[in-house]
C-alpha cells in the first residue's frame, strides 16, 4: 500500500474497509460497453417503469410537490400499503405497520441496525443475495451462513442445521423466500417450523419476500409468506421494494414492515439517512398498487415463459446442472467440469458476448454455478441461451 493511499484509508473503520466488493459487478463492469453484449448478469427486468406510474409522479412534480415530507411515508402511500397487502395475503394489516424508505436495500439496512451490531451473529441460508451479509458486516454484526443444498429437488433447507446454527450471540434468522439466487422457495411447513425457532430462541425474522408475486406453480398466486402463519407479538421485520413488481429500480422506494410499536425507532432511522422519500415517487407508488396488477400479471407471465426458454435450451446441452426455479426469476445452473465460476463469467463475456453473475458472489456455496436473470424479452434470452449452448459445445 502507497503512502497516500495509507494515509487515507489508515483511520477508516474495520466495517467500511472490509466492506466486500461485489463479484456481479466487476463481471458487469468488464463487459458493459461490449458491443451486442446481452445482459443477463443484473437483477432487473428489461422493461421501463409503465407510463400509468410515471405519470402520477410527473402530475406531483407539476403539483409542487417538491418539499419534505413525512418520516414514515405519505399518508395516502400507507394507506395504499396497508389496502394492497391486506389484500394479497388475505388478512388485515394496519397502515401503522407500514414504513416508505429510500430502496429496499434502506429497509434492510434499516431493520439490520435494528436487531444487530458489533459482537452479532445473523443466520441467512446460503448462497445468497450478497447485500444482506454486506449489510450486517458494515454494522459490525456477523453473518453466518447455513447452507442450501442442492440435488434433484433442487435447492432445500436444511432445518436442523439452521437451528443447530443459533448461537448465544445470534440475533435474527434471515429468510429470504422466493430466494435470489437460488429460486428456493419455502413451504409453508418450512415456515412454520422456522418461525418456531424464531419464537423458542427469542430471536428475530428478517423476511424478504420482494419475489413473492413471481411464482410458476399452477394455479399459485404468490409464495407462502409469514403472513399466512404470524401473530401480532411475532418479532419479524418485513423488507419490501417497488423494484420487481413494478419496474421501478431506478425509483429507489421501498417499505419495510414492522409492529407498530417499533414506529418511533423505524422514523428516526429514516431521519438520520435520507429525511424521507421524495413525495412525487411516493405518489408513483401509489399508482403502482392501484393500478398496476394487470402489469404485474404480465410481468409474471412473461418470466415463466423466459424461465422456459433458458431452462429447455441449457437442458438440452447436456452440460448444465440445475432444477427449473419455483420462485424468483434467475436461474442458478452449474456447468460441468467448470469450477471457477469469476473466471468462467468473464469467459462468457468475451467469448460469447453473454453477461451471467458468477455463483461465487453469493457466497462460496455458488463455486461452480451462474445466475441468470430471465426477466427479458424472449428474443435476447433465446439468442443468449443459443451463444451459452454454442460455447459449452466448444
Known amino acids: 500500500m502507497s503512502d ?93 405497520r407500514f414504513f416508505v424508505t429510500g430502496s429496499g436495500m434502506q429497509a434492510l439496512q434499516i431493520v439490520t441496525r435494528i436487531v444487530a451490531g458489533a459482537g452479532d451473529e445473523v443466520i441467512m441460508p446460503t448462497p445468497a443475495w450478497p447485500n444482506f451479509g454486506a449489510a450486517l458486516s458494515v454494522a459490525g454484526a456477523t453473518p453466518v451462513g447455513v447452507p442450501l443444498r442442492f440435488g434433484n429437488a433442487g435447492w432445500t433447507l436444511d432445518l436442523d442445521a439452521l437451528a443447530a446454527a443459533v448461537t448465544p450471540r445470534t440475533r435474527a434468522i434471515v429468510i429470504n423466500s422466493p430466494a435470489n439466487p437460488t429460486g428456493w422457495t419455502a413451504t409453508r411447513e418450512e415456515l412454520v417450523a422456522i418461525l418456531a425457532l424464531a ?114 435450451a441449457l437442458a438440452a446441452t447436456g452440460r448444465a446442472r440445475f432444477v427449473k426455479p419455483a420462485g424468483a426469476f434467475y436461474l442458478f445452473f452449474g456447468i460441468a467440469g467448470e469450477t471457477d465460476a469469476r473466471k468462467a463469467a468473464i469467459r462468457l463475456v468475451d467469448e460469447a458476448n453473454v453477461g451471467l453473475a458468477p455463483g461465487t458472489a453469493f457466497g462460496p456455496e455458488g463455486e461452480g454455478f451462474f445466475r441468470l436473470c430471465f426477466a427479458r424479452k424472449h428474443e435476447d434470452l433465446e439468442e443468449a441461451s443459443h451463444r451459452i449452448a454454442t460455447w459449452l459445445a466448444r
Open 199 to 312: 419464537r423458542a430462541r427469542g430471536l428475530w425474522l428478517i423476511a424478504d419476500e420482494i419475489y413473492g408475486r413471481f411464482v410458476y406453480d399452477e394455479g399459485v398466486s404468490r409464495a407462502p409468506s409469514f403472513h399466512d402463519i404470524m401473530d401480532e407479538d411475532d418479532r419479524i421485520l418485513f423488507v419490501q421494494t417497488f423494484s420487481k413488481n413494478w419496474c421501478m429500480t431506478g425509483w429507489r422506494i421501498g417499505w419495510i414492515e414492522a409492529p407498530p410499536a417499533l414506529g418511533d425507532v423505524i422514523e428516526n432511522l429514516v431521519q438520520y439517512a435520507t429525511s424521507g422519500v421524495p413525495v412525487f415517487v411516493q405518489r408513483a407508488a401509489i399508482a403502482a398498487l392501484e393500478q398496476g396488477e394487470g402489469f404485474v400479471a404480465h410481468q409474471i407471465a412473461r418470466a415463466r415463459r423466459g424461465r422456459d426458454i433458458v431452462c429447455d
Open 4 to 96: 497516500t493511499l495509507q494515509h487515507f484509508l489508515g483511520g477508516l473503520r474495520p466495517e467500511a474497509l472490509g466492506a466486500p466488493q461485489s463479484g456481479i459487478v466487476e463481471v458487469a463492469n468488464h463487459g458493459r460497453d461490449k458491443p451486442g453484449l446481452i445482459p443477463l448478469w443484473i437483477g432487473e427486468g428489461d422493461m421501463p417503469t409503465p407510463a400509468f406510474i410515471s405519470d402520477a409522479a410527473t402530475r406531483s412534480l407539476a403539483a409542487g410537490e417538491t418539499f419534505y415530507t413525512w418520516q414514515r411515508g405519505i399518508p395516502e402511500l400507507r394507506a395504499a400499503l396497508s389496502a394492497y397487502m391486506s389484500r394479497l395475503y388475505g388478512r388485515p394489516l394496519d397502515a401503522e
